[in-house]
Nanobody
Framework: VQLQASGGGLVQAGGSLKLSCVYSGRSFSRSGMGWFRQPPGKERESVAGINWDGSRTRYSGTAQGRFTISRDNAKNTVYLQMNSLKPEDAAVYYC?????????????????WGQGTLVTVSS
């Protein structure tokens, strides 16, 4: 399994950004997927998780209400729509896949990780 995240960039505070993550390999449609982030100088944080068919999602407290995770199984892609961005959202964002189909934001539950995409938020 390979994961390729994209869509990061520089955005002003209050703006929006949509990240994408393409999954290469078998069984995407049976895999739970997640987004995580690592701010500069800090440990990795949970952001959002989604189950195999998109019917169940989980969000961290900081993401709830501003971010939306979704997936398109026909395109083997998971998305993270981020709205009302704040400077503290700046981080490298990683997508991850798990061999189980349920949604979780527990990073220890994920088996495969992408390389990350950088999000910078200017104040």
């Amino acid at each position: 399994v390979q994961l390729q995240a994209s869509g990061g960039g520089l955005v002003q505070a209050g703006g929006s950004l949509k990240l994408s993550c393409v999954y290469s390999g078998r069984s995407f449609s049976r895999s739970g997927m997640g987004w995580f982030r690592q701010p500069p100088g800090k440990e990795r944080e949970s952001v959002a998780g989604i189950n195999w068919d998109g019917s169940r999602t989980r969000y961290s407290g900081t993401a709830q209400g501003r971010f939306t995770i979704s997936r398109d199984n026909a395109k083997n892609t998971v998305y993270l729509q981020m709205n009302s961005l704040k400077p503290e959202d700046a981080a490298v964002y990683y997508c991850a896949a798990r061999i189980y189909s349920t949604a979780t934001i527990d990073n220890t539950a994920y088996d495969y990780w992408g390389q990350g995409t950088l999000v910078t938020v200017s104040s």
